[in-house]
C-alpha cells in the first residue's frame, strides 16, 4: 500500500508536468486506469508467490533482487524500443517486463498500447494467480514450518 501511496503522490506531479511538457490528453489515456488495475493484480500475485518461496528458501530474497536490478536495465524503461533498430526489435517484443511497462507508460504519454501488449499481461496475469493459488494451496500447511 505504501507504493501504490507514492504511486499518486508521483501521479500529481507527472499531471503537473504533462501540463508543462503540452502532453496531449486523449481517450486512450484513460487506458491508464484499467492498466494501473492489471498491473496492482499481478502484484498481489507476484507477492504472494515470492513470499511464499522465500519462506522455503532463504537465499531467494538476494536473488531477486539481483534479477530486478538487471531487468530494470534490459527493459526499456531508461531507453525506448525504437532505440534498438529493426533487428533487434524482437528482443523486446519477448521481454515479458516491457509488456507490463508498456501498458502503463503508453496510455500516459497519450498513446494507446498495443493489443499484443494486453494479451501478453492478460495472459501473464492468468498464468500467474494459476501457478500462486497452485503451490500456495500444496504448500500452505507448511508455512509456519518454514517460518
Not at 2 to 23: D, E, K, M, S
Not at 33 to 61: E, H, K, M, Y
Not at 107 to 120: D, F
Request: with cysteine; aromatic share 18%; glycine share 4%.
Amino acid at each position: 500500500w505504501r507504493n501504490v501511496l507514492t504511486f499518486f503522490h508521483n501521479l500529481v506531479i507527472f499531471g503537473l508536468v504533462c501540463i508543462y511538457a503540452h502532453v496531449p490528453l486523449t481517450w486512450a489515456t484513460l487506458l491508464a486506469i484499467p492498466a494501473f488495475v492489471l498491473i496492482f493484480v499481478n502484484g498481489i500475485w507476484v507477492v504472494t508467490l515470492l513470499g511464499l518461496l522465500c519462506s522455503r528458501f532463504r537465499d531467494i530474497q538476494q536473488v531477486i533482487s539481483s534479477i530486478l536490478q538487471v531487468s530494470m536495465f534490459v527493459t526499456p524503461i531508461f531507453w525506448a524500443p525504437t532505440q534498438l533498430g529493426p533487428e533487434f526489435r524482437k528482443f523486446v517484443d519477448y521481454n515479458f517486463l516491457y509488456h507490463y511497462v508498456d501498458i502503463l507508460r503508453s496510455p500516459l504519454l497519450g498513446h494507446a498500447p498495443s493489443a499484443h501488449s494486453w494479451k501478453v499481461v492478460i495472459i501473464g496475469t492468468l498464468l500467474g494467480w494459476w501457478l500462486t493459488l497452485y503451490l500456495y494451496s500444496r504448500f500452505r500447511r507448511r508455512i509456519p514450518y518454514w517460518l
